[in-house]
């Protein structure tokens, strides 16, 4: 049967910017047409997307799936869905599982799953090292011929910088970007939230800016040295986004993400102790939220990524120096991020290339509206609003610090291989 996404927007920047409807069959992309043509088939789905913007698929570059390991925050299944809700037709799930993603056997099993389920696709990323434990490398090669698209210890830092630069030169023969969780672990230790006034009043030991920008620099200067593809993950501080810049402008070879609470929320907002507001890095200050959206503004943050790090409510309902770093993200993310659309801090352009064109880009896959190519697209209506509501979270945890906001605009559809796997 063909589908037929009538009365739509079409935006896929440098390809199409323009009122046109999309013609599927066969899981492909067959047509685009004007909104005038008439159709000869009769056996075909209409799709009425009058007043909404369809897009290349979505993709989430920095998700984490919890499962092997781990299903009681998250499965790959549970993931997937609130991919599909949040508007993704793609994610990279984190090593980060137990066992960690450090051989092609974990490796083929996330892909394997992810296949049975015909939900949002995953691209796996795998450990940098063995067992993310920073001190000899994993089977990369293997981990890549399975279908890995980068390496990382996301979660971890890698600590010894000897280490880091031979993985930087054996992934640069591999042609295989490596996302870096910069964090200098001797200046976080025992930390819990952003230091500054805010932490000194609640008493919480607290994270200076300088453990990620650190860690930050030495990467560039690394990357610098090898000329290897880094990706900085979670970026939240000034002075990282100022290095980063820095280095672009002198040629280096790197890209970075920021998450949506980093330019939405600050470390003011914790209050009462909540759990859900625990993250790493920590919320920073108003002047780095402010920094972060200047460098979406400027195209020194090329990426929007959830860092979706589903966790037990039990986990979370302990003391806030003992409870786990992490929030969900993949149901609020385009939300949260279409207010940078609305608030005139980015064009819809901009953030259609950090949402979806640029990380296909940065792991090496085509999803242009192009007639031929997979019917992978993402729906959005820019205008709805609504509250979130974490309990209608598709997602197995709830920890969001997002719970009874208004937001607007957000998915209204979400297509995966010519098949709509969301639809609002």
């Known amino acids: 049967m063909q589908i037929r996404i009538k009365g739509a927007h079409l935006l896929d920047p440098g390809n199409i910017d323009a009122k046109k409807d999309i013609?599927?069959?066969?899981?492909?992309?067959?047509?685009?047409?004007?909104?005038?043509?008439?159709?000869?088939?009769?056996?075909?789905?209409?799709?009425?997307?009058?007043?909404?913007?369809?897009?290349?698929g979505l993709i989430d570059i920095h998700v984490h799936l919890r499962e092997p390991g781990q299903e009681y925050k998250e499965t790959i299944e549970t993931g997937l869905a609130a991919a599909a809700k949040g508007g993704f037709t793609a994610v990279c799930s984190m090593p980060n599982t137990t066992p960690v993603n450090d051989n092609s056997q974990v490796t083929k099993f996330i892909i394997n799953r992810a296949d049975e389920l015909g939900l949002s696709k995953v691209y796996p990323t795998g450990a940098i090292t063995h067992g993310s434990l920073g001190k000899t490398l994993a089977e990369i090669y293997d981990m890549k011929q399975a279908g890995i698209v980068a390496v990382t210890d996301d979660g971890k830092p890698v600590e010894d910088s000897k280490m880091m630069q031979q993985a930087l030169e054996y992934c640069k023969g591999l042609d295989i970007p490596i996302f870096v969780h910069a964090e200098e672990l001797s200046l976080t230790d025992g930390g819990s939230m952003n230091a500054g006034p805010f932490a000194r009043?609640?008493?919480?030991?607290?994270?200076?800016?300088?453990?990620?920008s650190i860690m930050v620099v030495r990467d560039i200067a690394l990357s610098e040295l090898t000329g290897t593809a880094v990706h900085f993950c979670h970026i939240s501080t000034r002075e990282s986004v100022g290095a980063i810049r820095q280095a672009k402008k002198r040629g280096v070879n790197i890209t970075c993400e920021t998450a949506p609470h980093y330019f939405t929320l600050t470390d003011e907002n914790v209050k009462d102790h909540d759990t859900n507001f625990k993250m790493n890095p920590p919320l920073r200050s108003e002047e780095d939220r402010q920094a972060v959206i200047c460098g979406l503004i400027d195209g020194t943050i090329d990426v929007i990524a959830s860092d979706h790090a589903p966790h037990s409510k039990i986990e979370k309902d302990v003391e806030f120096d003992r409870a786990p770093f992490g929030i969900v993200g993949l149901e609020t993310s385009l939300s949260l991020s279409l207010k940078l659309f609305h608030d005139n801090f980015l064009t819809m352009e901009d953030l259609v290339n950090k949402m979806a064109k640029y990380p296909a880009e940065l792991i090496?896959?085509?999803?242009?509206?192009?007639?031929?190519?997979?019917?992978?697209?993402?729906?959005?209506?820019?205008?709805?609003?609504?509250?979130?509501d974490p309990e209608k979270f598709k997602s197995k945890s709830k920890n969001t610090a997002f719970t009874g906001l208004k937001v607007k605009g957000g998915p209204f559809l979400t297509m995966v291989n010519g098949r709509v796997v969301y639809q609002r």
């Open 364 to 388: 090496g896959i085509n999803n242009d509206i192009r007639p031929g190519n997979m019917a992978d697209l993402t729906i959005i209506d820019p205008d709805g609003v609504y509250k979130i």
């Open 201 to 212: 009043s609640w008493g919480i030991k607290g994270i200076p800016n300088a453990a990620e």
């Open 23 to 56: 013609i599927i069959q066969d899981h492909l992309i067959e047509a685009i047409v004007d909104p005038q043509y008439n159709e000869t088939q009769t056996d075909i789905k209409i799709i009425d997307a009058k007043g909404l913007i369809v897009v290349p």
